[in-house]
């Protein structure tokens, strides 16, 4: 039988336990917390570096600096690790780049290897296609474009291109069939409004296609493109006078499109 001393002592090694236990408690948890935590600081300082390299791309661009663009995107490859939709992300951004130095082949492999790693990526199915047209490949074109518009309904600029491409296969009727429906659904989308007025025109019907140049220029009156379509569609009337007005308005805004309009309207006058 224990006696009081053994009872105390007994009580005071059962108390120890306890508070060492305690104390083990608040020493393991928050280094636990603190191991939880440390991860977020350099995913943090890695998502700034990330955008400041998207921005500095970017920049680049603006100045049409393509090679120092490509190396920054470059560079974004590494830092996007194992990251899909990020990898996606710059090697559609890197197609760009090569579709402004007219790369097209090397354009194409790259919005390629975008669909095959993010193939929810709407914009990167339409840049494919963009691209295939410029190869002259309509009907591979087409088939991107539907399935962009399957992915992404709200993205005109595929819709704009569906009508472009039956255009270029000479389908007026269809391109201007699709065209009428994306200016019914997207009223404030211009491009809309110039693609339904070239088809117009081309289908032989310039007098309505100055209506459809006139909204085009109203929703986007810095688009330079929108004045040189509407002077054709002028010409095509016989109404010179109007045409040179557009021409004079592109010395302003683009001075080597009113160039290029220049020599079309001289042309047209020797016929």
Same mark, same amino acid.
């Given at each position: 039988?224990k006696g009081a001393g053994d009872a105390i002592?007994?009580?005071?090694?059962?108390?120890?336990?306890?508070?060492?236990l305690g104390l083990l408690c608040l020493v393991?948890?928050?280094?636990?917390?603190?191991?939880?935590?440390?991860?977020?600081?350099?995913?943090?300082?890695?998502?700034?570096?990330?955008?400041?390299?998207?921005?500095?791309?970017?920049?680049?661009?603006?100045?049409?600096?393509?090679?120092?663009?490509?190396?920054?995107?470059?560079?974004?490859?590494?830092?996007?690790?194992?990251?899909?939709?990020?990898?996606?992300?710059?090697?559609?951004?890197?197609?760009?780049?090569?579709?402004?130095?007219?790369?097209?082949?090397? %354009? &194409?492999?790259? /919005?390629?290897? @975008?669909? +095959? #790693? !993010? =193939?929810?990526?709407?914009?990167?199915?339409? $840049?494919? *296609?963009?691209?295939?047209?410029?190869?002259?490949?309509?009907?591979? %074109? &087409?088939?991107? /474009?539907?399935? @962009?518009? +399957? #992915? !992404? =309904?709200?993205?005109?600029?595929?819709?704009? $291109?569906? *009508?472009?491409?039956?255009?270029?296969?000479?389908?007026?009727?269809?391109?201007?069939?699709? /065209?009428?429906?994306?200016?019914?659904?997207? =009223?404030?989308?211009?491009?809309?409004?110039?693609?339904?007025?070239v088809t117009l025109s081309r289908s032989g019907?310039?007098?309505?296609?100055?209506?459809?140049?006139?909204?085009?220029?109203?929703?986007? =009156?810095?688009?330079?493109?929108?004045?040189?379509?509407?002077?054709?569609?002028?010409?095509?009337?016989?109404?010179?006078?109007?045409?040179?007005?557009?021409?004079?308005?592109?010395?302003?805004?683009?001075?080597?499109?009113?160039?290029?309009?220049?020599?079309?309207?001289?042309?047209?006058?020797?016929?």
């Open positions: 039988m002592r007994e009580n005071v090694r059962q108390i120890a336990l306890t508070l060492g393991v948890l928050p280094l636990a917390q603190a191991q939880q935590r440390r991860p977020s600081a350099p995913s943090e300082t890695l998502l700034k570096e990330k955008q400041t390299l998207f921005e500095a791309a970017q920049t680049e661009l603006d100045h049409d600096h393509y090679v120092e663009a490509l190396r920054i995107y470059n560079k974004l490859l590494v830092l996007a690790g194992q990251d899909r939709q990020m990898l996606a992300t710059v090697r559609v951004k890197i197609g760009n780049v090569l579709v402004l130095q007219r790369k097209f082949e090397k %354009a &194409l492999a790259e /919005f390629q290897q @975008a669909t +095959s #790693l !993010d =193939p929810t990526y709407a914009v990167a199915f339409n $840049n494919l *296609g963009e691209t295939q047209g410029e190869l002259r490949q309509y009907n591979r %074109a &087409l088939e991107q /474009f539907n399935h @962009a518009v +399957s #992915l !992404d =309904p709200k993205l005109s600029r595929a819709r704009y $291109n569906i *009508g472009i491409t039956y255009g270029r296969l000479g389908n007026l009727k269809y391109s201007e069939f699709v /065209f009428r429906l994306l200016v019914r659904d997207r =009223p404030e989308y211009d491009l809309g409004y110039d693609g339904l007025a019907r310039p007098a309505e296609a100055i209506v459809m140049h006139q909204k085009a220029i109203a929703l986007n =009156p810095k688009e330079p493109s929108y004045y040189y379509n509407l002077a054709l569609s002028y010409l095509i009337l016989g109404e010179t006078a109007k045409a040179a007005e557009q021409q004079r308005i592109l010395q302003d805004l683009a001075p080597q499109v009113a160039n290029q309009l220049a020599s079309v309207i001289v042309k047209r006058q020797m016929r």
